[in-house]
């Protein structure tokens, strides 16, 4: 479907990176608000979703999708609306974008072509989780989502078993469990870890413990939405 818009003339053009609430829609912030108000394109990986978020707050915005299956043909488009004076706001679905979701490719290419980059500070499940957990946050390591690959998965829990800071990982429902089993086979059932789920919703949860545990608390709890996974370092013990 094509898409077309009217473009302004004399704007200095802009991307705006814009957090999204992780579960709360109240984590929204005045700057982001703002941001959405004034630009002139919302770039969005479900515009479905992103106009929730956006009727919620009685904003009415071109929308644009950009999601991680058409991020690299969506770019030099993005950048030549930029170019023709848009304001451009970059969100995720949940999040900062950016951080497992799509956004890299776009700051890159404004990065190489002088076009300003503002990023708002906001909602950040790896942050928002790790602030909570108890375990170590003096230094840590994220990895993100690893690969649905038993074998790659394994490879690294075993190259980061003796990693000497905290790491941290996202997860969704459909794996978290192999997840855990496999985390457990390679770092022992003593290893301390923290399982985040639904944080800043209604339901949140923690569970917190040695990953033995955890994985038999995991599994009883209702399995939907996605974790985030905290490993402290091996010599962290948990206990009171």
Do not use: W
Not at 84 to 100: E, F, M, Q, W
């Amino acid at each position: 479907m094509a898409c077309s818009f009217n473009v302004p003339l004399n704007k200095m053009p802009k991307l705006v990176i814009v957090p999204t609430p992780i579960g709360n829609l109240g984590d929204i912030s005045a700057r982001a608000i703002d941001a959405l108000s004034k630009c002139d394109i919302v770039l969005c990986e479900d515009t479905r979703v992103c106009s929730k978020l956006l009727n919620h707050l009685m904003i009415d915005k071109k929308m644009l999708s950009y999601r991680d299956d058409n991020e690299e043909r969506q770019v030099q488009k993005v950048i030549e609306l930029m170019e023709g004076g848009n304001t451009i706001c970059l969100t995720s679905d949940a999040g900062t974008p950016t951080i497992s979701d799509p956004g890299y490719r776009i700051t890159n290419a404004c990065r190489k072509r002088n076009i300003p980059v503002e990023s708002l500070p906001g909602a950040c499940a790896l942050i928002t989780a790790l602030a909570a957990s108890g375990l170590p946050s003096n230094g840590f390591l994220f990895l993100g989502f690893l690969p649905n690959k038993t074998s790659v998965r394994t490879n690294m829990f075993q190259k980061y078993a003796d990693f000497d800071y905290t790491l941290i990982f996202y997860e969704s429902c459909h794996r978290i469990l192999k997840f855990l089993k496999d985390l457990q086979n390679i770092m022992g059932s003593t290893r301390v870890i923290c399982v985040a789920r639904e944080m800043t919703k209604l339901h949140e949860t923690f569970h917190i413990g040695n990953v033995g545990q955890v994985y038999c608390d995991t599994a009883k709890a209702p399995i939907k939405g996605e974790y985030v996974i905290i490993v402290a370092p091996k010599r962290f013990k948990f206990s009171l």
